[in-house]
């Protein structure tokens, strides 16, 4: 069975969900469904900023000899804590890396974010310095996608942002009908490394 391992956040683990509503859980639905022999690893830690996936991947991806597709999304945790945009993506090219060096043959996918989030600590920094830094952090992601050749998932919360009824009472996290539309922005761009 080929591996597909989705390394991320608490959009990945289906926060405060069970592991069946979680977007990779409905991935695998869509596996399923199209009789393709792959299976999905959920490898999601709520909480986790792109330092604590720099640390933590290494082990993950020790875990497969064989691994077909690398699914990354990571960073909303860091723009929460402020972290600098330049960090977040060296972070984010640092894990790119690792993926290619222990598993040439796997393809690589890299899910988009925005700053959509209460923005916490930037808070203090003034309307322009936050606009800017939302605008350099929705940027990163299509530049290291393009600097990296590799496949893109332009905004994982396309359509999910917002929108009440979507979400847990937070505000933040996709309840599980969010996480069915989470499932459905990835799969063209999956489904087409996939070649199905």
Known sequence: MNSILFFGDSLTA???LRASESFPSRIQEKLDAHHLPYKAHNYGVSGETTAGGRQRLPGVLARFERLS??????????????????????NLQFMLDEVKRTHPEARRVLVGMEFPFDLGPLATLGGG???????EFKALF????????VEFVPFLLHGVLG????????????NAEGQKLLADNVWPVLSGVLGS
């Open 142 to 149: 299509r530049q290291l996608a393009e600097k990296n050749a």
């Open 69 to 90: 597709v690398f699914v990354l999304e990571l960073g909303v945790n860091d723009a929460l804590r402020g972290i600098p945009v330049r960090e977040t993506a060296q």
């Open 129 to 135: 310095r936050m606009g800017h830094y939302a605008q």
């Open 163 to 174: 929108q009440r009824h979507l979400n847990l009472p937070d505000g933040v996290h996709p």
């Open 14 to 16: 289906g926060y405060q």
